[in-house]
């Protein structure tokens, strides 16, 4: 394994893992409000189709991320109807959303599939002076611009969540909505607004997807990553810099076994070892998963988690 | 606790007919939703439900029989669903345990039973087969959450992609004949008796495709229904669903039916991955289920989690896949789907709560004073 096998690697582990980190980030703060938000894929799934419907129809990658992010926040608008103000159960709220928008993605997106490649999307775009860094400058720093915006939103949701009032009201209202209430919060608004942002988040997630990585749309785009995100929460904690780094690794094997899958080595291509290979993304977030559940003493998750106010 | 203008007072008797009512409440605005979403899609509402209506139910004995014939995988995974989601455990991987049941029977059939064994055997190996696959694969999520309280949601739905990638191998690559991508027609005792077998005694049974797993569907609903609600073993399971809590001070291992529960659930996922390709593909190939693992989960809420409900929620929605597979674009009936369980989860609101329109705040009433 030599030194650009490595940098390629990595930039585009970076790359891949976009979807991964915005969908886990805003399932983060969904859960942290105290709502657990199944629906990832559906959301992800209809924000990337919904974004190469709108980039192709305006000619504008932003207008279709806009678009995205849009949809995300609208089909979080309905978990919470169902959740926060009906009282349904949240797993099975989520399960519908996950039916919903599967549902949407591939009826709207059946004209779609035959545009392949030719849809505006986002270039990668080099920092001057950073990206000519060795190694990490191409790694870090000759990405799409939706790599530098998660870059920002990483320490700004940490300082969000630690360091002010409106931050700690999320954590209550998350912990223990009761006492939120008596508090004087308002446990339905912070709820409603924090499961809208984090759909939001995902919808630009399902952008990421379809108008960066693969551009395009091909129906199940996203191939379960909306339910991989759910469990990157639960490996990083509920805390921004854990997701973004387990989002960063996930994004990294998918990307290496997608790699190894089109090197020419006999070994690699014999179909025993490539079935492995698509198998690993879902074999190690089980693994990770039990390993996390088994060694952390105390996970982190809020307390009213799945709880009705 | 209110709504707006609302205010929620708990109900305090459950009667049967008013909880169908608010399940119809429920499905006639899903119904409702339905028609302004295919119209903002540009589809015609008249044309898909009739579409629907028509191919399913109304088109003669076919028409009804592909849709019975389509009703037995969703009862047998709808069981599971059932019965898992009574107990707490939310077993969302059916699909994953369905495929897993019919590459076991279908290894079973080709491989292992000897050619001419007689039809009853080699079906009864290849059913215990595929419960077995469907049981391993479900038990799997069940033993991590018992021993190591990992999320059986998020493990079981990745092993139906795992599931799908292994028998994918099967199909294009080990057991592929000729290099198309499905596995070579059973023999002819690998094939569950169908109701057009029997076309030359009885003409009019001629081209109905309806088979025998139906009867296993149905026997395995009566079971299931005994098991729940007449065995100690079944009050364990709702016990622990309702409270673990209260099941473990109560001395029951709630660690064996988490176990337990999840291997049930796969095994008769993986019976209707059995019934399936024993039934009505005869081999086991690409694409051969349209997602009924997952269209289960919503048969399993519709039935309000009884078995006996999960057979008329099962024929319902086959209804909706048969009729759905004459609609174009393809994902009308997976939209379809989700818009009806978000309706009637919405309106499930209505089975716990009375809703009253509650008066501006004033002085408290007088107890015993009109109202």
Not at chain 1, 269 to 297: E, N, Q
Request: with cysteine; net charge positive.
């Amino acid at each position: 394994m030599n030194a650009s096998f490595m940098e390629n690697l990595l930039s585009a582990g970076v790359e891949r893992s976009l979807p991964l980190f915005y969908a886990a980030t805003g399932e983060t703060l969904s859960e942290l409000s105290g709502v657990l938000n199944l629906g990832q894929e559906g959301i992800m799934l209809a924000s990337a189709m919904t974004a190469v419907a709108v980039s192709h129809t305006t000619g504008s990658a932003m207008a279709g991320l806009m678009a995205g992010m849009a949809m995300g926040g609208a089909m979080a608008l309905l978990h919470a109807l169902l959740t926060v103000t009906l009282r349904a159960d949240q797993v099975v709220a989520g399960l519908s959303l996950v039916f919903v928008g599967t549902g949407i993605a591939s009826v709207g997106g059946a004209g779609l599939v035959a545009l392949r490649q030719g849809v505006p999307h986002f270039e990668p775009w080099a920092i001057p002076l950073l990206s000519d860094i060795p190694f990490l400058g191409n790694v870090l720093f000759n990405q799409v611009p939706l790599v530098y915006a998660a870059y920002l939103m990483i320490p700004t949701i940490h300082w969000w969540l630690g360091h002010t009032r409106a931050g700690l009201n999320l954590r209550a209202v998350g912990e223990n909505p009761a006492a939120a209430s008596a508090m004087g919060l308002s446990v339905t608004r912070l709820r409603y607004l924090y499961v809208v942002v984090g759909g939001v988040l995902t919808g630009l997630g399902g952008a990421s997807l379809s108008l960066a990585i693969t551009p395009g749309w091909s129906d199940g785009l996203s191939n379960g990553q909306g339910w991989i995100a759910i469990g990157l929460v639960i490996v990083g904690g509920w805390r921004p810099w854990g997701v973004a780094l387990a989002a960063f690794f996930f994004g990294t094997l998918q990307r290496l076994t997608l790699d190894l899958q089109g090197s020419q080595s006999e070994f690699l291509d014999s179909p025993l070892v490539g079935l492995f290979l698509r198998m690993a993304p879902y074999l190690g977030a089980i693994v990770v998963l039990v390993l996390v559940t088994r060694f952390k003493k105390r996970l982190g998750a809020p307390e009213g988690l799945g709880k009705p106010a | 606790m209110t709504i707006g203008p609302w205010q929620l007072i708990p109900r305090t008797e459950y009667t049967v007919s008013s909880r169908l009512a608010v399940l119809g409440l429920g499905v006639a605005g899903g119904a409702v939703l339905s028609t302004l979403l295919l119209l903002l899609f540009g589809l015609s509402p008249v044309e898909v439900f009739s579409t629907i209506i028509h191919s399913a139910f109304l088109g003669g004995f076919y028409a009804i029989s592909d849709t019975l014939t389509q009703a037995i995988p969703l009862i047998l995974c709808g069981l599971g669903c059932a019965v898992a989601f009574r107990s707490g455990l939310w077993n969302v991987g059916a699909e994953g345990q369905l495929f897993l049941g019919a590459w076991a029977a279908t290894g079973v059939a080709t491989f292992v039973v000897p050619p001419g064994s007689s039809p009853v055997w080699t079906l009864t190996l290849m059913a215990l087969a595929g419960f077995a696959a469907g049981a391993l694969w479900g038990a799997i999520p069940g033993i991590l959450k018992a021993r190591y309280q990992t999320n059986e949601i998020l493990v079981s739905l990745m092993l139906v992609y795992v599931a799908s990638e292994w028998i994918n191998y099967f199909i294009y690559v080990r057991w592929s004949q000729g290099g198309f991508q499905m596995t070579p027609l059973f023999p002819k005792n690998a094939w569950l008796p169908r109701l057009s077998d029997w076309a030359a005694e009885v003409p009019s049974l001629a081209g109905l495709t309806l088979h025998l797993g139906f009867v296993l569907a149905l026997l395995a609903a009566v079971l299931m229904w005994f098991l729940m609600w007449r065995s100690a073993r079944g009050f364990e399971w709702k016990v622990t669903g309702i409270s673990p809590r209260v099941a473990r001070y109560a001395g029951m291992s709630v660690k064996r039916n988490i176990v337990l529960v999840m291997s049930l659930s796969g095994g008769l996922a993986g019976l209707a991955g059995m019934a399936e390709v024993a039934g009505t593909v005869h081999r086991l190939q690409d694409n051969f289920s349209p997602g009924y693992g997952f269209t289960a989960i919503l048969v399993a809420w519709l039935a309000r989690l009884h078995p006996l409900g999960v057979i008329v929620a099962a024929i319902l929605l086959s209804g909706l896949l048969v009729g759905a597979k004459e609609i174009q674009p393809g994902g009308v009936a997976v939209l379809l789907q989700g818009v009806i369980l978000s309706t009637v989860i919405a309106c499930d609101l209505l089975t716990h709560y009375r809703l009253k329109r509650s008066v501006a705040k004033g002085p408290e009433p007088i107890p015993g004073g009109a109202r």
